[in-house]
């Protein structure tokens, strides 16, 4: 199939810093109908400095509320390749471990029921496929379920939960990311097929605060694993480090409570002050170690800026144990989401509904206990003030 468009305000684009937008369309252009038009349509938006596509209807699949999210062009008659567009979520493995095979076999399905065109992985966390008509979608589905493969949540729903790869590669984890990702989807099927929230709800699990997998930005509630008690030392690889780097400039002055010394021979840690930011943890790999009670500290409501502005989540547990059957989160999740769907607004995050309604409120309403560790910001600022009567008990 021979390029039908001129695209020079695209090719223009591809010389940019991120090329594989273009590139990647232009590559399935050359065997897909779907994504020739789609260049042809993308060009034009850019011409005309205005979007072609329209939010159109709700489509998807039986049984399910979420997954697809319908697009559709205000200009099929022009690009008829391109008249029905929607997006499929399909739910990503924990970790984002795929093999070979796998990955052949979901792009052979989509280059048979899609554009060709997918996106590993949409910021959500799923594995995107662009791209197909209404008609394609349950003939789609269906050859995708029976193969073992299931939708990914969208709208006001229960979000595919992410995490990071956690123990399967990471010494630093102080949780199984991917197994409570698992129990996670799992246990929440209902939430995630069929939307019944306020507004959407993500879960993204980190093994440590490294937080590669960006659950404090990114997720309603994000799931962090953590340690109580001493860091552990090998004071003989300290002192291994101090032939070959500068501890005091590296390592103790960036400590960002300043709670570490060095004197030469052995390493010291306050550690009822350690913040674990982890970077000491991070730049000596041989020396120190997280300690070993381990659990996870969850915090709630950070978000993208769509309807107010962008939150980042706030502590409200400080350290939980998070091991199978996970009765105690779970207790806590539905209570959450309990108030939230007596309180919240159509299209009100729970983090809004928060600063919104006051975390004293949220904290008493689903029966938290507050703490010191509850700050908006880390070391200043107060989120939770006692009442006269609290400081006196
Ligand atoms: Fe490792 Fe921590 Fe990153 Fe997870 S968040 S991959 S545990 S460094
Ligand atoms: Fe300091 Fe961070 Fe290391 Fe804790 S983890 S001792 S706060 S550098």
């Known amino acids: 199939m ?30 897909s ?75 052979d399905l989509w280059d048979k029921y899609g554009s060709g065109l997918t996106n590993v992985h949409g910021s959500t966390g799923d594995l995107v496929f662009l791209g197909t008509r209404t008609e394609q979608l349950e003939p789609f589905f269906a050859e995708t379920s029976s193969r073992g493969w299931d939708l990914g949540g969208s709208g006001s729903a229960l979000r595919t939960p992410s995490c990071c790869l956690g123990k399967s590669r990471c010494e630093w984890a102080n949780i199984d990311t991917m197994a409570i990702t698992n129990d996670i989807t799992q246990h929440y099927q209902d939430e995630m097929h069929r939307p019944a929230f306020p507004y959407k709800f ?15 930005a990114r997720a309603d509630m994000s799931i962090i694993g953590t340690w109580k ?51 000491c943890i991070a730049k000596m790999t041989k020396a120190l170690r997280p300690g070993t009670e381990q659990g996870a500290t969850l915090l709630l409501g950070s978000k993208a800026p769509i309807v ?5 989540s706030w502590v409200i547990v400080p350290f939980i144990k998070m091991e199978p059957p996970y009765e105690e989160f779970y207790d806590l999740i539905d209570k959450i989401w309990e108030w939230w769907d007596e309180h ?17 409120r949220f904290l008493k309403d689903v029966g938290l206990e507050p703490s010191p560790a509850m700050v908006k910001e ?11 009567e609290d400081i006196e008990r």
Not at 344 to 360: D, Q, T, V
């Open 202 to 216: 993500k879960f993204k699990v980190a093994g440590c605060p490294v937080d590669c997998i960006a659950s404090i």
């Open 33 to 107: 109908d779907m994504a020739n038009d789609l260049l042809g349509h993308t060009e034009l938006c850019y011409k005309e400095r205005v979007t072609h596509w329209k939010h159109g209807g709700i489509v998807g699949v039986r049984g399910y509320g979420g997954g697809v999210i319908g697009r559709y062009s205000d200009i099929p008659d022009k690009f008829p390749g391109v008249a029905h567009f929607h997006t499929v979520r399909l739910n990503s493995p924990s970790g984002f471990y795929y093999n070979a095979a796998a990955l052949k076999e979901l792009c």
């Open 344 to 360: 919240g607004k159509n299209r009100e995050r729970i983090g809004e509904l928060i600063e919104r309604l006051s975390f004293p």
């Open 2 to 31: 021979s390029k039908k468009y001129d695209t020079p305000l695209l090719d223009e684009l591809e010389k940019g810093a991120f090329p594989s937008f273009v590139k990647e369309i232009k590559r399935a252009a050359t065997h």
């Open 229 to 279: 008690g001493d860091i552990r030392i090998n004071q003989d690889e300290v002192l291994k480090y101090s032939k070959t780097m500068d501890i005091k400039a590296e390592i103790i002055d960036m400590c960002p409570t300043g709670c570490m010394q060095f004197d030469g021979k052995a390493m010291k840690i306050d550690n009822s002050n350690c913040n674990r930011c982890m970077h």
């Open 378 to 388: 880390p070391r200043r600022d107060p989120f939770f003030f006692w009442a006269e």
């Open 308 to 312: 107010t502005g962008a939150l980042m």
